[in-house]
């Protein structure tokens, strides 16, 4: 028997070690979660734009707005209809997600509009994994545009020596007071009173703030200000952007050198230059000439004007740098972090000419972030949370009734305690194989769980599930010779007997092999592991990530061992059952590997064998009990479905969810397709190797065209389940109708595949890309696991909306 025993598990081990060379949602902070930017539509109305990440929502009755200027009032918000909630703790409300606006109407008691108006908000929202933050409130500056007309634009002549007041009036633009003495600057906290300063001219802005910008190398950009003395620029109104459709360079996030602090009458706190400084910006990507535009603003302390905000459009050479030397722009970011300046920086301070576009973060940049920036006992607490949310999916639910059969297999002397013990014996290795195997597959890039899904591997673990049920049906003891029966019963008692190894091996082979999944707490810990290479605190999260997993196991493990029968024909019969899903697992395993004609026939064979067993051909008479006319009712319905699956199987159908749909096809009177028994989706095209993919990425450049590429494998369960509901779906297909749609298959885990999913920083499928008309990627975008309909398609939509 333990002979026996070790030779089969070395097996299996031999197989794990081989197959290793082919390998070779934290909660958002509330600021987060939910963006609030402001633009001026005119005196007395303001609008207020939420943009709500996906996965959260606000209350449309929390919301609102209350003005904190005196002598300003708001007279009514606006607010847009919302979307119908049964909300546990209100009832019956209307929520918002996405980009939801208000147009709030003010009220000025004075016959003149404030200048400045501050606003406060209120709001509240929760996040849909069922947590709910407090109220929140935020102040926000609202710079309002004068009650007079304005008749001059930035063409206005300064070359006159004219009143700064009137100056400021005709342009339409903010004149700054002081409680200095006249003649006295103390930089920009002690402005002079400018009013009767006529005798100073305004200088011309290009006079005011001398610019030019260089290129240092293949990856910089330098851009310089001179600052005349007695004028400052804005900080925060710095920023750089270049034109996506013309250029394929992006921009990183601008190293803005340190300034002096300041308390603006208009901007609140804030930084400005008021001497020549520099202002370095990385680029990724490479033109020997790129146009680059420059925003800057900046006021005068010496007439008191603000001038209008400069835009200055320069072409920067860099043919003297050869795109060798190119390198990714030193941020480390992605495309979401390549917008300008401005964008990162008005939002804390909107105003009327402000832009905002918000990108929506992944699920797993921001558990990455909780992994850097929380503490230990938040990160443990987010990811069990995590894992117990992927108790029915196919991460956890095929486990079940492998630790049911486990324990089922005690038979008479289950206690509940024994059954807590196999349960825990079985988890707790488990969990700690997902932490080892992250942190292999964080460290090194190799994927184990991928690896494994090898034919010779998932075969002999089908082998074992059909042992051990044929050991619950009894069958050694009736079909097989004495010899070998007692070897196998000794096995089969191993692990079905309840041995403690026996459920820890089980348990280890079951987070390896049964169920592969790419989750966004997974990925998340994995990319925290690769980037920092801290596998204490990554292992520790992926250990909590497979405990929670694994405590709906537990409490199942429990109950059974409190409910289920000691002895007697109803023992037997609960054996009988978990039998049969034994058999279930076994074809549930050689589905990743065989043709589905094949999977589809078996399991028509296993339902017509369940029928019979159920009594679907046994005859009844007046005294037969309900409980057998119950049976029997089951066990034809059971031969019903079995028989459609076989002639299914038979004529060539794949498709579990229409079986006969092969038959219709050979009967149709066209008979020119058998695509009916698929449904018919996204025509993918078909990539193997990094040169295909950037083949497609050069012709998308060409055409203009963004690109979609999903990762796929046969043996990957929620992929195949996207191909079902997600990619097949009409409204899909009409959205990406303009897109560039690509598949890479990695279900062999070859050579080309494992180098694929290596460069792109994927640890396994399901996994979808984008790339904008560029052909540079989204990473703002990835999608990692599945991701269901309803949410994929404002994915996609907010995608193609910013590309």
């Given at each position: 028997?333990?002979?026996?025993?070790?030779?089969?598990?070395?097996?299996?081990?031999?197989?794990?070690?081989?197959?290793?060379?082919?390998?070779?949602?934290?909660?958002?902070?509330?600021?987060?979660?939910?963006?609030?930017?402001?633009?001026?539509?005119?005196?007395?109305?303001?609008?207020?734009?939420?943009?709500?990440?996906?996965?959260?929502?606000?209350?449309?009755?929390?919301?609102?707005?209350?003005?904190?200027?005196?002598?300003?009032?708001?007279?009514?918000?606006?607010?847009?209809?919302?979307?119908?909630?049964?909300?546990?703790?209100?009832?019956?409300?209307?929520?918002?997600?996405?980009?939801?606006?208000?147009?709030?109407?003010?009220?000025?008691?004075?016959?003149?509009?404030?200048?400045?108006?501050?606003?406060?908000?209120?709001?509240?929202?929760?996040?849909?994994?069922?947590?709910?933050?407090?109220?929140?409130?935020?102040?926000?500056n609202?710079?309002?545009?004068?009650?007079?007309?304005?008749?001059?634009?930035?063409?206005?002549?300064?070359?006159?020596?004219?009143?700064?007041?009137?100056?400021?009036?005709?342009?339409?633009?903010?004149?700054?007071?002081?409680?200095s003495?006249?003649d006295?600057?103390?930089?920009?906290?002690?402005?002079?009173?400018?009013g009767g300063?006529?005798?100073?001219?305004?200088?011309?802005?290009?006079?005011?703030f001398?610019?030019?910008?260089?290129a240092?190398?293949?990856?910089?950009?330098?851009?310089?200000?001179?600052?005349?003395?007695?004028?400052?620029?804005?900080?925060?109104?710095?920023?750089?952007?270049?034109?996506?459709?013309?250029?394929?360079?992006?921009?990183?996030?601008?190293?803005?050198?340190?300034?002096?602090?300041?308390?603006?009458?208009?901007?609140?706190?804030?930084?400005?230059?008021?001497?020549?400084?520099?202002?370095?910006?990385?680029?990724?990507?490479?033109?020997?000439?790129?146009?680059?535009?420059?925003?800057?603003?900046?006021?005068?302390?010496?007439?008191?004007?603000?001038?209008?905000?400069?835009?200055?459009?320069?072409?920067?050479?860099?043919?003297?740098?050869?795109?060798?030397?190119?390198?990714?722009?030193?941020?480390?970011?992605?495309?979401?972090?390549?917008?300008?300046?401005?964008?990162t920086?008005k939002?804390?301070?909107?105003?009327?000419?402000?832009?905002?576009?918000?990108?929506?973060?992944?699920?797993?940049?921001?558990?990455?972030?909780?992994?850097?920036?929380?503490?230990?006992?938040?990160?443990?607490?987010?990811?069990?949370?995590g894992?117990?949310?992927?108790?029915?999916?196919?991460?956890?639910?095929?486990?079940?009734?492998?630790?049911?059969?486990?324990?089922?297999?005690?038979?008479?002397?289950?206690?509940?305690?024994?059954?807590?013990?196999?349960?825990?014996?079985?988890?707790?290795?488990?969990?700690?194989?997902?932490?080892?195997?992250?942190v292999?597959?964080?460290?090194t890039?190799?994927?184990?769980?991928?690896?494994?899904?090898?034919?010779?591997?998932?075969?002999?673990?089908?082998?074992?599930?059909?042992?051990?049920?044929?050991?619950?049906?009894?069958?050694?003891?009736?079909?097989?010779?004495?010899?070998?029966?007692?070897?196998?019963?000794?096995?089969s008692?191993?692990?079905?007997?309840?041995?403690?190894?026996?459920?820890?091996?089980?348990?280890?082979?079951?987070?390896?092999?049964?169920?592969?999944?790419?989750?966004?707490?997974?990925?998340?810990?994995?990319?925290?592991?690769?980037?920092?290479?801290?596998?204490?605190?990554?292992?520790?999260?992926?250990?909590?990530?497979?405990?929670?997993?694994?405590?709906?196991?537990?409490?199942?493990?429990?109950?059974?061992?409190?409910?289920?029968?000691?002895?007697?024909?109803?023992?037997?019969?609960?054996?009988?059952?978990?039998?049969?899903?034994?058999?279930?697992?076994?074809?549930?395993?050689?589905?990743?590997?065989?043709?589905?004609?094949?999977?589809?026939?078996?399991?028509?064979?296993?339902?017509?064998?369940?029928?019979?067993?159920?009594?679907a051909?046994?005859?009844?008479?007046?005294?037969?009990?309900?409980?057998?006319?119950?049976?029997?009712?089951?066990?034809?319905?059971?031969l019903?479905?079995?028989?459609?699956?076989?002639?299914?199987?038979?004529?060539?159908?794949?498709?579990?969810?229409?079986?006969?749909?092969?038959?219709?096809?050979?009967?149709?009177?066209?008979?020119?397709?058998?695509?009916?028994?698929?449904?018919?989706?996204?025509?993918?095209?078909?990539?193997?190797?990094?040169?295909?993919?950037?083949?497609?990425?050069?012709?998308?450049?060409?055409?203009?065209?963004?690109?979609?590429l999903?990762?796929?494998?046969?043996?990957?369960?929620?992929?195949?389940?996207?191909?079902?509901?997600?990619?097949?779906?009409?409204?899909?297909?009409?959205?990406?109708?303009?897109?560039?749609?690509?598949?890479?298959?990695?279900?062999d885990?070859n050579?080309?595949?494992?180098?694929?999913?290596?460069?792109?920083?994927?640890?396994?499928?399901?996994?979808?890309?984008?790339?904008?008309?560029?052909?540079?990627?989204?990473?703002?975008?990835?999608?990692?696991?599945?991701?269901?309909?309803?949410?994929?398609?404002?994915?996609?939509?907010?995608?193609?909306?910013?590309?």
């Amino acid at each position: 028997m333990r002979n026996i025993m070790k030779a089969f598990f070395s097996v299996i081990v031999l197989l794990i070690t081989t197959s290793l060379y082919a390998a070779s949602d934290t909660l958002l902070r509330p600021s987060e979660a939910f963006k609030l930017t402001t633009e001026t539509i005119d005196s007395q109305t303001v609008r207020a734009t939420w943009t709500i990440e996906e996965g959260y929502y606000l209350y449309r009755d929390k919301i609102d707005f209350i003005s904190e200027t005196q002598d300003s009032s708001v007279a009514n918000v606006f607010k847009p209809a919302g979307n119908p909630k049964k909300d546990p703790t209100f009832g019956e409300v209307d929520i918002y997600r996405g980009v939801v606006t208000f147009d709030i109407s003010l009220q000025h008691n004075n016959s003149n509009s404030p200048q400045l108006i501050q606003l406060l908000s209120k709001s509240q929202g929760c996040a849909d994994i069922g947590l709910c933050y407090p109220p929140q409130k935020q102040t926000v500056n609202v710079k309002l545009p004068p009650s007079f007309s304005n008749t001059a634009t930035s063409e206005t002549p300064l070359n006159n020596p004219i009143s700064p007041v009137s100056l400021a009036d005709e342009l339409g633009i903010s004149s700054i007071t002081g409680t200095s003495e006249p003649d006295s600057i103390t930089g920009i906290g002690g402005i002079s009173s400018i009013g009767g300063n006529q005798a100073n001219e305004p200088l011309p802005p290009d006079e005011a703030f001398r610019f030019d910008i260089i290129a240092t190398d293949s990856n910089t950009l330098n851009a310089r200000w001179n600052v005349t003395p007695g004028h400052y620029l804005y900080q925060h109104k710095i920023g750089f952007k270049v034109d996506g459709n013309k250029h394929n360079v992006t921009l990183g996030k601008p190293n803005l050198p340190e300034g002096k602090a300041y308390k603006d009458v208009y901007f609140g706190d804030v930084v400005t230059y008021d001497k020549d400084f520099e202002v370095t910006v990385p680029v990724s990507g490479y033109n020997e000439t790129l146009e680059v535009i420059t925003e800057y603003q900046g006021c005068s302390e010496l007439t008191g004007i603000c001038y209008p905000p400069q835009t200055k459009t320069e072409l920067v050479d860099f043919s003297a740098f050869p795109p060798s030397t190119i390198t990714k722009a030193q941020t480390g970011s992605d495309a979401s972090n390549t917008t300008d300046a401005t964008t990162t920086e008005k939002t804390a301070t909107p105003t009327a000419d402000t832009t905002t576009i918000t990108e929506s973060a992944s699920q797993q940049s921001a558990l990455s972030d909780a992994l850097k920036n929380k503490g230990i006992l938040a990160v443990i607490g987010l990811f069990f949370l995590g894992g117990l949310l992927l108790t029915f999916t196919p991460c956890v639910f095929p486990m079940i009734p492998i630790l049911s059969g486990i324990i089922t297999g005690q038979g008479e002397d289950l206690s509940r305690g024994k059954a807590f013990a196999l349960s825990l014996a079985y988890v707790v290795p488990m969990a700690l194989t997902y932490a080892a195997a992250g942190v292999i597959a964080g460290y090194t890039g190799a994927n184990l769980q991928a690896a494994l899904q090898n034919p010779w591997v998932l075969s002999m673990f089908a082998l074992l599930f059909v042992i051990l049920s044929l050991s619950m049906f009894g069958f050694y003891e009736l079909q097989m010779p004495s010899a070998i029966q007692n070897k196998l019963n000794n096995i089969s008692n191993t692990q079905r007997g309840g041995s403690l190894v026996g459920a820890g091996i089980m348990g280890v082979l079951s987070a390896l092999i049964v169920g592969p999944c790419v989750t966004a707490p997974l990925i998340a810990a994995l990319a925290y592991i690769a980037d920092t290479k801290d596998v204490v605190l990554g292992g520790l999260s992926l250990f909590m990530l497979g405990m929670g997993m694994g405590a709906p196991l537990l409490v199942i493990g429990v109950s059974a061992g409190s409910v289920l029968p000691r002895a007697g024909a109803w023992m037997e019969t609960v054996k009988h059952i978990f039998g049969v899903m034994m058999l279930g697992l076994a074809i549930w395993m050689l589905d990743r590997i065989v043709p589905p004609q094949i999977t589809l026939l078996l399991s028509g064979i296993l339902l017509v064998g369940s029928a019979i067993f159920l009594g679907a051909t046994d005859s009844l008479n007046e005294t037969s009990s309900g409980w057998k006319r119950l049976w029997k009712s089951s066990g034809l319905v059971s031969l019903l479905l079995g028989t459609i699956l076989i002639i299914g199987a038979a004529a060539g159908s794949k498709s579990y969810f229409a079986p006969l749909s092969g038959l219709l096809a050979t009967n149709s009177p066209n008979n020119s397709s058998d695509t009916l028994a698929e449904p018919t989706g996204l025509q993918f095209k078909k990539i193997s190797s990094l040169s295909d993919l950037d083949s497609t990425l050069q012709l998308a450049r060409n055409t203009n065209t963004p690109v979609m590429l999903d990762f796929y494998a046969y043996w990957c369960l929620p992929c195949r389940e996207m191909e079902h509901t997600v990619f097949s779906d009409s409204d899909v297909v009409a959205t990406l109708e303009n897109t560039i749609v690509i598949q890479a298959d990695v279900t062999d885990m070859n050579e080309n595949d494992s180098a694929l999913l290596k460069e792109l920083e994927v640890f396994g499928p399901p996994h979808v890309i984008f790339y904008d008309r560029n052909g540079e990627e989204r990473k703002d975008f990835r999608i990692s696991g599945e991701m269901k309909l309803e949410p994929f398609k404002q994915h996609i939509q907010r995608f193609l909306s910013n590309v």
